[in-house]
């Protein structure tokens, strides 16, 4: 690929190599691309629109920590990017309320957005933007942050991305907002101080570690199932 061979040719090779693809890339089209020229299976491990082995994972998190799906309230606070559109389509499939916390002009995808909005419409669920972190948090059985600067293009935006987050950052006071039995989650890897305090990542609310391990367990079943 880094000489400049079409990706339709790597592809048709790999696919005479192997049973199974698993990639991670920047651009959502490179991956569709890779599954159009290939018979076997292609596993999207990360794209800057989507990540939804990380949402899998997230979900068995959540299973483990709070026992269901339905009548639990997620509150996100981060980059509107690949992990924020995996969860909106993941919570809006199961049940769960998700509101999404985000400056002004950080906006999801639409099309990310409306197929969320059809979800929740289905599962009963809510699918709330908001640039209002408190309302996001309050109440909620779980909060959930992300890097407010990856991938490129957001790198290079990074003091500015600073800036307009700032607000936007899960504390121990911000908790305090959320149930009792809240827990924390995070992708990893984190910026301790930025999105989130150390407090936060080091306290009793924090499963990021469980979370982690989980990536692992989801990403082995994704390829039970799809890989003969």
């Known amino acids: 690929l880094g000489r400049g061979e079409p990706i339709k040719d790597t592809a048709r090779v790999i696919d005479r190599y192997c049973d199974g693809l698993v990639i991670r890339t920047y ?13 076997n299976p292609v596993i999207n491990a990360l794209t800057d629109l989507t990540h939804p ?17 339905e009548e639990l309230k997620l509150a996100y606070a981060g980059d509107v990017f690949n992990i924020s559109h995996s969860l909106m389509i993941g919570c809006s499939m199961m049940g769960i309320d998700i509101f999404i916390a985000h400056p002004e002009g950080y906006n999801p995808k639409e099309k990310v957005l409306k197929a969320a909005q059809e979800n929740a419409k289905k599962s009963g669920s809510k699918m709330v933007l908001t640039t209002d972190l408190h309302e996001a948090v309050d109440n909620a059985d779980i909060v959930y942050t992300n890097t407010w600067h990856s991938m490129g293009a957001a790198e290079k935006e990074k003091e500015k991305r600073i800036r307009d987050f700032s607000p936007f950052q899960i504390n121990t006071e911000i908790l305090k907002e959320a149930k009792d039995d809240v827990i924390f989650m ?5 910026y301790r101080g930025e999105e ?6 080091e306290g009793p609310h924090s499963v990021i570690w469980d979370e982690a391990e989980n990536r692992m367990h989801t990403e082995k079943a994704v390829m039970s199932l799809i890989i003969v």
């Not at 990380?54 to 799906?69: C, N, R, S």
Request: glycine content about 2%.
């Open 27 to 39: 651009e959502q089209e490179k991956i569709e691309e890779f599954a159009r020229y290939m018979k």
């Open 53 to 69: 082995v990380q949402m899998l994972a997230d979900l068995l998190t959540i299973k483990e920590k709070k026992g269901k799906f």
């Open 186 to 190: 995070h992708c990893l890897p984190c």
């Open 196 to 201: 989130m305090t150390d407090e936060v990542v």
